[in-house]
């Protein structure tokens, strides 16, 4: 954990990610930051602007299995409670909260995604499935009635919803489980409706709105990029394999 307050651990991070990846994330940016910039320059407005630059890193990171995404994922989440917290989405605090205990933390914490991450990705079994669809049903009916009885929010269903989704999704993710992008795929749906409603309805400025957009985007690569692990076996393993079999 204190290779974080090196600066070539951040070069190092920044190494070995997919071409699209880093097309992705100059494209991200530069959008969320002009989409920053053509808005009413407000105190939250730059607080966004930063939640959006370091959330969206943070997912890029992780499609390309980088424990950097640990120190950007934790900043970023503090942030989006004090947005999330303004716009009264009150499930999306709870949800940046999850990421922090959730994802963050064990992120920074864990030899094991520090050291070759990608060796270690696997995919759901049938029971695993069952017991990931009673978390997510738990969360949803939780964040629900919190939304509608202790914090009020004005989108109870979206809101909650969306945040359950990416709950489940954090969880998958610590686990290093492939599946975790069905939920971010999804997570990514549901909030780029949750932030553009609440744009709409004067809550928040379209920077989130766009900036899971870019989230979305991300997810296409890690299913499609044959140079990301979630979904592709990497070249060293597929070479042990054939080498076992020759054997």
């Not at 914490?109 to 696997?122: L, M, N, V």
């Not at 990931?132 to 269903?157: C, E, V």
């Not at 359950?164 to 549901?190: K, P």
Request: aromatic fraction near 14%; hydrophobic fraction near 50%.
């Amino acid at each position: 954990m204190t290779s974080i307050f090196s600066p070539k651990w951040y070069v190092e991070q920044m190494k070995h990610w997919s071409f699209k990846s880093y097309m992705l994330l100059m494209f991200g940016l530069g959008a969320i930051t002009a989409s920053t910039l053509s808005s009413h320059i407000t105190s939250i407005a730059i607080l966004t602007w930063f939640a959006g630059v370091l959330g969206f890193t943070c997912t890029v990171a992780i499609t390309n299995a980088k424990p950097l995404n640990g120190v950007l994922g934790l900043v970023s989440a503090l942030i989006y409670i004090v947005v999330a917290i303004d716009a009264k989405n009150f499930a999306d605090v709870v949800l940046q909260a999850s990421y922090i205990v959730l994802l963050d933390i064990p992120v920074l914490i864990s030899p094991q995604w520090a050291k070759d991450a990608e060796k270690h990705i696997h995919g759901l079994t049938a029971p695993k499935w069952l017991l990931t669809a009673l978390f997510f049903f738990a969360s949803w009916g939780l964040l629900y009635l919190m939304d509608t009885n202790i914090f009020i929010s004005p989108r109870p269903i979206i809101d909650s919803v969306a945040s359950a989704i990416g709950f489940t999704g954090a969880l998958l993710c610590t686990l290093r489980f492939r599946e975790q992008y069905y939920f971010w795929t999804a997570q990514g749906v549901m909030s780029i409706v949750l932030w553009g409603v609440t744009a709409m309805q004067g809550d928040a400025s379209p920077v989130l709105f766009l900036t899971y957009i870019m989230y979305f985007m991300n997810d296409m690569i890690a299913f499609f990029d044959s140079h990301t692990h979630w979904f592709h076996k990497p070249a060293e393993v597929s070479e042990e394999k054939l080498e076992e079999q020759a054997d």
